[in-house]
Structure formats: structure tokens, C-alpha cells
């Protein structure tokens, strides 16, 4: 069977951030960096899990010209992170200009924004179907051997399908089945932790369910053994 891990994102301050790995780094490896966090608290963010003994996933989601991915990417190595994403629309040669920079750090690509619904994914111009065109993106992904694929998880099982099993698949969107409505949520169409790794997920990537608990250790361990 699969191995499945979980990573936790910290979209929090600081300090908060802080003290959610604290209670969770003896059962917990994983954390994502995104944006929010970066941009406020930048390299101290990372530190700061890593001097908790965690590993970091940097999503910010890079899509620009091939030399600015490749220099990002060699400075990128240097944060002692376990991966980073970029935006496969950014094109091969610059996946490719990424993956050639990239050392020990594993080069994650974004195939399609979940927040773009259909209307505005033909206002963009694309002609193919969404799952086409998800699909489309995941081969050359694949093509130009990324590490893993981040993907909702409705488009998990065709992915899996498609790439066959070597491949990773992150994703986020994951809830457990007895979450109730929380007035925070706004994830509509997510799947458990256990659908996930049944459905060939390597990472899942879980928030709020465990940042805004009561007990975010608890959370996590729930999740953990869901995913055992
Ligand atoms: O709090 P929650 O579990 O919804 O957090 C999921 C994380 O994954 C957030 O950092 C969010 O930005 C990210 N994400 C997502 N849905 C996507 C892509 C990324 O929720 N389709």
C-alpha cells in the first residue's frame, strides 16, 4: 500500500505557526509555507520549522522566464527546504530549467488553479475541457519529470490513471468526514484523508482542521491514523 503523509499548512502568523509545530513536531514531519507567511516573515518562517526538526514545503507557486526559475531555484537550495511548486504553464523549458537548477529539493507542479471554475477558464482562452486540459498539463509535468503533481482531489484517481505510480500526487482539499460546517470553510468538494491515500495520494496537505482545532495535536493524530 501507498505511503500517504501529511503535510500541515501554516497560512498563520508567526507565533502561531510556531506554537502549532511545537505541539506537533514529535508526529508530524511535513508543514507548507505559502505566500501569506513568506511574505511577512520570509526565510525566519522556514528556520523556524526547521529548528523544530520539520521539513518545508515553499508553495509559491513560481511561473516566470527560465533563467529567473533557474537562479530562484539555486538560491531555493540553499533554504534547506524538501520542495518548492511551480506552475507547469510556465512551460517545459522552464520546468526543465527548475529541475536542472534544483539539488536535493523536489520540484512540485501546479497543473490548474481549483478556484477557476469553468467560465473563467474558457475566459483565459483554453479550448480543451478542464480535465483534458488537466491532464494534458499533469503528462508534461510528467514529461519533464517533476517530482510530484499538486491536484485536487476530484482529479486524483484520473491522475493516478494517467501517470501510472511513480509519480507523486499532492493535494489539498481534505476534510474528515465528521468535520461539521465551520463558519472558516470554504472547501466545497473535498475528500477524507483514507479517500485520499485509496485514491493514490503520496501528500495530502491539511490546514485549518488542524490549525484552528481545539487540539491541534489531537487533529493531527486522527488524521495520521486515518492515514496509516
Ligand atoms: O485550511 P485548508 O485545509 O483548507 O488548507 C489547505 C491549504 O492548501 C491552503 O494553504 C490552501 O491555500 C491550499 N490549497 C487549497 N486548495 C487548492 C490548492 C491549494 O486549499 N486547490
Not at 509555507?33 to 520549522?49: E, N
Not at 479550448?127 to 476530484?154: C, F, M, W
Amino acid at each position: 500500500m501507498r505511503k500517504t503523509e501529511l503535510i500541515t499548512a501554516l497560512d498563520l502568523e508567526l507565533d502561531k505557526a510556531e506554537e502549532i509545530v511545537k505541539k506537533l513536531s514529535k508526529d508530524v514531519k511535513y508543514y507548507k509555507i505559502g505566500p501569506v507567511l513568506f511574505m511577512r516573515h520570509g526565510v525566519k518562517a522556514i528556520d523556524m520549522v526547521k529548528k523544530h526538526g520539520g521539513e518545508v514545503f515553499l508553495d509559491l507557486k513560481l511561473h516566470d522566464i527560465p533563467n529567473t526559475v533557474k537562479e530562484a531555484i539555486e538560491n531555493a537550495n540553499k533554504l534547506g527546504i524538501y520542495s518548492i511548486s511551480m506552475h507547469i504553464l510556465g512551460g517545459p523549458t522552464m520546468i526543465k530549467a527548475g529541475i536542472n537548477a534544483a539539488k536535493k529539493l523536489k520540484i512540485w507542479g501546479v497543473t490548474i488553479l481549483t478556484s477557476i471554475d469553468l467560465i473563467e477558464f474558457h475566459r483565459i482562452g483554453f479550448r480543451y475541457s478542464l480535465e483534458k486540459q488537466v491532464q494534458h498539463l499533469a503528462k508534461l509535468a510528467n514529461e519533464t519529470q517533476v517530482d510530484g503533481v499538486i491536484a485536487s482531489p476530484r482529479e486524483l484517481y484520473y491522475l493516478r490513471q494517467t501517470l501510472g505510480e511513480k509519480i507523486r500526487i499532492i493535494t489539498p482539499s481534505i476534510r474528515m468526514e465528521a468535520s461539521g460546517k465551520d463558519p472558516w470553510d470554504d472547501q466545497k468538494r473535498f475528500l477524507t484523508p483514507k479517500e485520499a491515500k485509496e485514491r493514490g495520494a503520496d501528500f495530502i496537505v491539511v490546514g485549518r482542521p488542524i490549525t484552528q482545532s481545539k487540539n491541534p495535536l489531537k487533529a493531527a493524530q486522527e488524521i495520521l491514523k486515518e492515514i496509516e
